[in-house]
Each structure stands twice: as structure tokens, then as C-alpha cells.
């Protein structure tokens, strides 16, 4: 199939894959593992089956559709909730969820189905999503082969005995630990470059492990230079670190375009952060002349082709992108980060300041990478990087084909990383992939359907109960079944169950499609609220369910008198939701609706003008663009749900129209990339 040999691992793989048995690959970032992925899908269609192919973020599943596009044109369709595309296709991508819910809803459409590969399936330890990615695999219907591929982890075989459990089939699997292009790892630390861990310590850190912060107000004392001593005038250990200079990013990008290791992706963990050093990097001449005439006539050729070249942000980007530089985050259009993935593709981009986000599964290997940090914001103060995501991002340095080698440089700070932790975070085993299940109201009530009460053999196949002790089943089982008390108790569920089926009740079934915003959504809908709201407050609730505001965003602005009623009825709704969670010691606790972007939706709604709604609501336009097409979606399911009259479907129908224009138009965003 490819005009290449295979390496050992993937030849060992698809040796399996074309005898029919499903395979676990564990291998880095960057070896191959989406070859591995094309022989399953050509398999899979040519014995006129179809396959499946799961990915963890909408922008690996519209590059996969486009690569898919590219070598089988008009026999691949896409599923991502805001993007339906060809959806009768042999071969479909889809969001993991899609696929997920689409298995609980019942999964006929799927019956022919060979291959299903989950790529990015360590994702299954996300704390957030992994409940997912565990249910799917759990849901796949026995015929489908499995296909698994995830970043190096060290219980790949735990996972895979797991499959083979509860599927009664065998997985092969298939660890891979070299690297096609060879990694070489230097730092920045004091402003200086070191090239071994040795030498960091002895010149970064001063042959100390720690750096004590306390240490830093000596740094002035008036006897700093002379020798340490004890209070009694003896020895007292190593003297006090020295004051450090701060780690120049100018600096360090000069010593890479030195050494010749352009381009360069610069991992950081602030949207912000990116712009300013775009910016900075921009006044160093990265580029030659003609590699800055070439890049801005692409550029511009693109921006014209995805129709944004009269946007405040496409220009403000083209600022930066006449030096050979860009940024990349998640709050810029959508369409715009498209233009810079595929100008960084054709290696036409010297450096690109970014968030981590572009380091998850999309191709876009360089000759170098850069952390800024070693550390990232947690819920309290700061953490540790972990092995898995150093990996990950360090992962997209050297491409294969082009480099002899990748570099990554570690930009080193002593008094935030201890240097047993750095050593630690570069030497020691990637952490071990753990279950994330909890279940939503939603699924909870489609298991119902199919399972009645009998619930509790249907935990036991899990991927939780398969890691934790037997003693512990029946506790974990417990908060399950708080859930599905609540459930029956609110009128979800008819009484009577059948010993292994159960009836839902109009609202019930209302719920079971609304996965993540079931109980406050059906609440009205039953109330008769939904019925009576027009298409533009219909909207703003939506909206309100799918926004989270970011950290440090404080309340939201004042309402309009007009949307007051509709927020009001929704809180006090929502009371008496979490008055009853909390009595039977249910959480997380649903989620309360943010009304934030009210106006901005409402003034998108009236026709007006994408960059002056993203200026009026001081929101990133990429935000806006993210959550008017997660309104779409959540419109769309009210759309096709059965439970809901006419009328409320003629109104979601009326809202998707009304919302998905221009840059929320993720269609013919897609359509235009091809």
C-alpha cells in the first residue's frame, strides 16, 4: 500500500491487522503510527466494509477527513456534532463522543463496520473527557476489530488484557520505544546553554538540587562573596545559589537559527504569551527576503481562499508573519489556525509561538521545539510538567524523511524545578493510564433503557473496575447508583423495570441525548419553557449551557431585562437540581449556565459583523467561533430528537441557520481545505 518498507513494528502490526486480530501500538510521537492506521481502513473497505476512525479534538478529525480525502475522494464522510459531511461514507471520521453517544443511541448503522481505531487513546486518562474514550471501546460491538494507538505508556498490556476481557477477542500488542529521527535534548538555563543534564547541574543549578526561595533575599546580604559560615564560624553546607539571570527567549532563538535548527515550534502555556513573543521574534529576522516573499504570498493566497482576508485578526497575523513568524492559540478563528498549520506544513514558517494544544495529535513536526517552561497553572498554584506531556510536545521535533535529527531545548528555571524532579521528567517511565469513568445522566438513562436495574455487571466490565480491588466495586458502583436513584425519583424513568431492560419516560428520553446538560435542559423542556421561547432566547440558553469562562473572568455582565426572566428561571431550576445532588452526595454537581455571551449571540443573530461581536463582548474570536458552533450542536440535537414538537424543532432548525455563517461555518471551512 505505501511506497515504502515498514519498520519492525509496523509490520508486525499490520501483519495482525490483515489476519483479522485487533492490535494496542504503543510507540512515540512521530514513528509511523497512522500507517498502521491506513491498513485498517483499506482493509476495512476493501472486504466492503466500513471503518471508523476516532480522534480526541475536532482539528485532528478535520485533518484525518482531509488526508482520508486526499487518497480515497468521495468515499470519506465526517461526524464532529457542529460538522456533518458524507455521512453515509464507508469510511467516517468522527469526535470519539460522536461515536460514543451514537453506540448508546443504538448502533445498527454500525453493523458492518471491520475496523474501528482510536487514535490518541491514552486520552482515556484525560480527567475530564477519558470516561469517553472508556465507554466507547467498552461499547463496540464485538464484530469490530479495535485498533489502539497511543503515545508511549507503560500499561499498554493492562489495557489491552482489558479488551481482550470484555471482548473475548485477542489483542495484539505492540510496543515501539525508537524513534525514527533521533532526539538530541539541550537546555537554557541562567542564559547559558548546556548540553548534558552534568553540565546543567554543576553550571545551571551550581551543584545544588534545590534552590530555596528564601535563598534569593540573601542575594543583597553585605558579606554576599565571602565563605559560608555557621553561626558559631564553622562550615554550613553549600553557600547560597547565586542570583541567576533570566533565560532570554531572543537569546535562545538566535542560537537556534545558528546552529540551523529552523524551523521551530515554541511551546508555551499562555494564549497571551504567544502573541508577545511572535512579536519579539518577528524584530530578529528569522526569514531571508525571499522566504518572507514567498510565506506572505501564501499567505495571502489562503487568507483569500478561506475568505478572511479582511479580518482584524488575519491582518493583525500578517503583521508578524512578513518576518517568518506567527502564533497560534486556541482563541484565533479557526480558519486563521488553519492557514498557519498548513503554511508550517510546507515549512514556509521559521517559528511559531503556541499553545500545547497543537502538540495533540496533529502532524506538524519541526526540525526544533522549545518549552518556555517546565512548568504550567493547575487548580492550585503551579505543577511539574508530566512525563507524558513533555513527551508529547518534544514528540513533534525532527521529521521523518527530512531531519537527521530532532533538538528540543528545555528552558531550565532552579527555583521552580529541583533538579532530582527535572532528572525525574526526563529519564523516568511515562505515567500509567487510569480509568476516568463517571458516568453522565445521559448515558446512566441510555444503559437503563438497554439494562434495566441490572447495572452493576455492566461497571464490572469497565476499565475502573478491571484497575481497582474487588473490596472497592461496590463502593465505586454506589455513586452510580445515586445517580440513577435521582433519575428514577425526578420522573426520568418509568417504575417496573424488566430484569434486564427499563422504559424511559418522555422527559427521560429527552434527557438521554443531551449528554453533559441532561437534568436543567429537560427540567424546562418538561415545564414547557422550551416551547415557548423564541429562536434567539432558545439560543442564548444553549449558549449559557455550553460556556465555561475562563479563570479570572469574575460574573458575568448585567443582563438585559429581556434575558433576566430566562436566567431566572434557569437558576432557580437549577437550585433545586443541586439541593437535590448534594442530598444524595452526588458530584460533580450539573453545571450551572454562564451568560456571558448573551448579547454577542444576540447581536450574531441580527447580522452582525464577526470582529465587532468578538470586540463588543471582549471575547478571543477563536472562544466565540468554539461556542457558537457548540450551540449549533446542542440546536442540532433538539433538532433530531424525537421527544421534542414541532415547534421547538422548527426553532433549533431556525437557530442553526440563523448562527452558522461566515467563520462559524465550519462546512464550508472544511469544503475550502480541500
Given at each position: ?72 475522494p ?12 458524507n ?15 451514537s453506540?448508546l443511541?443504538?448502533?445498527e448503522r454500525?453493523?458492518?463496520c471491520?475496523w474501528?481505531?482510536f ?23 464485538r ?7 497511543s ?14 476481557k ?29 548540553d ?19 535563598d ?9 562573596g ?28 538566535k542560537?537556534?537559527?545558528?546552529a ?16 508577545t ?14 522566504q ?14 478561506f ?10 497575523m ?6 517568518g ?55 492550585h ?12 510536545m ?11 535529527a530532532g ?26 493510564v ?15 433503557r ?24 461496590r463502593?465505586?458502583?454506589?455513586s ?18 424488566a ?26 423542556f ?24 475562563r ?22 431550576l ?24 448573551a ?23 477563536g ?9 449549533i450542536?446542542?440546536a ?39
Amino acid at each position: 500500500m505505501h511506497p515504502f518498507p515498514y519498520d519492525p513494528f509496523q509490520k508486525e502490526a499490520i501483519d495482525a491487522i490483515r489476519a483479522g486480530t485487533s492490535v494496542f501500538v504503543s510507540a512515540p510521537t512521530g514513528a509511523g503510527k497512522t500507517v498502521i492506521a491506513e491498513v485498517a481502513v483499506e482493509e476495512a473497505l476493501k472486504a466492503g466494509g466500513m471503518a471508523i476512525y476516532t480522534a480526541p479534538i475536532k482539528a485532528l478529525s478535520n485533518q484525518k477527513f482531509r488526508d482520508f480525502h486526499a487518497q480515497t475522494p468521495g468515499r470519506v464522510g465526517i461526524l464532529t456534532g457542529d460538522l456533518t459531511l458524507n455521512p453515509e461514507a464507508p469510511l467516517l471520521i468522527m469526535t470519539t463522543e460522536i461515536y460514543r453517544n451514537s453506540l448508546l443511541e443504538g448502533g445498527e448503522r454500525f453493523a458492518n463496520c471491520r475496523w474501528v481505531i482510536f487514535d490518541e487513546v491514552h486520552y482515556l486518562d484525560d480527567s475530564e473527557r477519558g470516561t469517553v474514550w472508556e465507554e466507547s471501546l467498552l461499547l463496540t460491538p464485538r464484530q469490530t476489530e479495535i485498533l489502539a494507538l497511543s503515545a508511549t505508556v507503560p500499561n499498554a498490556g493492562e489495557l489491552a488484557a482489558w479488551i481482550e476481557k470484555i471482548h473475548g477477542r485477542p489483542v495484539k500488542v505492540i510496543r515501539e520505544e525508537h524513534r525514527p529521527v533521533p532526539l538530541k535534548t539541550a537546555f537554557q538555563c541562567q542564559d547559558r546553554m548546556f548540553d548534558t543534564l552534568s553540565d546543567l547541574h554543576a553550571g545551571g543549578y551550581g551543584g545544588r538540587d534545590r534552590w530555596k526561595r528564601a535563598d534569593r533575599f540573601r542575594r543583597g546580604h553585605p558579606h554576599r562573596g565571602r565563605p559560608h559560615r555557621g553561626r558559631r564560624g564553622g562550615p554550613a553546607g553549600p553557600p547560597p545559589p547565586p542570583a541567576g539571570r533570566p533565560n532570554r527567549a531572543d537569546h535562545l532563538l538566535k542560537e537556534i537559527q545558528q546552529a540551523r535548527h529552523l524551523p521551530c515550534l515554541y511551546f508555551t502555556f499562555s494564549r497571551k504569551r504567544t502573541e508577545t513573543l511572535a512579536e519579539e521574534f518577528a524584530a530578529m529576522n528569522l526569514a531571508t527576503p525571499e522566504q518572507k516573499k514567498t510565506l506572505l504570498h501564501e499567505y495571502d493566497q489562503l487568507c483569500k481562499r478561506f475568505q478572511i482576508a479582511e479580518d482584524r485578526s488575519s491582518m493583525e497575523m500578517r503583521a508578524v508573519m512578513a518576518h517568518g513568524v506567527a502564533y497560534h492559540h486556541a482563541g484565533l478563528l479557526p480558519t486563521l489556525k488553519g492557514v498557519i498549520e498548513i503554511l508550517f506544513t510546507r515549512r514556509l514558517i521559521q517559528a511559531i509561538a503556541t499553545t500545547e494544544t497543537f502538540a495533540i495529535g496533529v502532524n506538524m513536526p519541526a526540525r526544533s521545539v522549545v518549552l518556555d517552561a517546565l512548568t504550567k497553572r493547575a487548580d492550585h498554584g503551579r505543577r511539574l510538567l508530566r512525563i507524558r506531556e513533555l513527551s508529547q510536545m518534544v514528540g513533534r521535533a525532527g521529521r521523518r524523511g527530512m531531519d537527521e535529527a530532532g533538538f528540543a531545548y528545555l528552558r531550565v528555571n532552579p527555583w521552580e524545578v529541583d533538579f532530582s524532579s527535572l532528572r525525574h521528567l526526563l529519564e523516568g517511565r511515562p505515567e500509567q493510564v487510569s480509568s476516568r469513568f463517571a458516568t453522565t445522566y445521559a448515558t446512566l438513562l441510555n444503559l437503563y433503557r438497554n439494562y434495566g436495574d441490572n447495572l452493576l455487571p455492566f461497571y464490572l466490565k469497565t476499565f475502573h473496575a478491571f484497575q481497582t480491588p474487588p473490596a472497592r466495586h461496590r463502593e465505586e458502583f454506589a455513586s452510580v447508583d445515586r445517580r440513577l436513584s435521582l433519575l428514577k425519583d425526578s420522573g426520568y424513568t418509568e417504575p417496573g423495570a424488566a430484569p434486564n431492560r427499563g422504559n424511559l419516560t418522555h422527559k427521560g428520553a429527552f434527557a438521554a441525548t443531551l449528554y453533559g446538560y441532561e437534568l436543567l435542559l429537560s427540567e424546562l423542556f418538561e415545564e414547557g419553557t422550551l416551547d415557548k421561547l423564541n429562536a434567539t432566547d432558545l439560543g442564548v440558553l444553549l449558549l449559557a449551557m455550553v460556556y465555561e469562562p475562563r479563570r479570572g473572568m469574575g460574573p458575568p455582565p448585567k443582563l438585559p431585562r429581556r434575558f433576566g426572566h430566562l436566567m431566572q428561571t434557569s437558576m432557580d431550576l437549577l437550585a433545586g437540581i443541586h439541593k437535590e445532588e448534594r442530598r444524595r452526595q452526588v458530584s460533580p454537581l450539573s453545571k450551572q449556565p454562564c451568560f456571558h455571551l448573551a448579547e454577542a449571540l444576540e447581536r450574531w443573530l441580527q447580522g452582525g459583523n464577526f470582529d465587532k461581536v468578538a470586540e463588543q463582548a471582549r471575547a478571543d474570536e477563536g472562544e466565540l467561533a468554539r461556542y457558537f458552533r457548540m450551540t449549533i450542536q446542542m440546536a442540532r440535537t433538539l433538532h433530531l430528537a424525537s421527544e421534542a414538537g414541532a415547534g421547538l424543532k422548527q426553532k433549533a432548525g431556525d437557530l442553526i441557520q440563523r448562527i452558522n455563517r461566515d467563520p462559524v461555518d465550519a462546512e464550508a471551512e472544511l469544503r475550502r481545505s480541500l
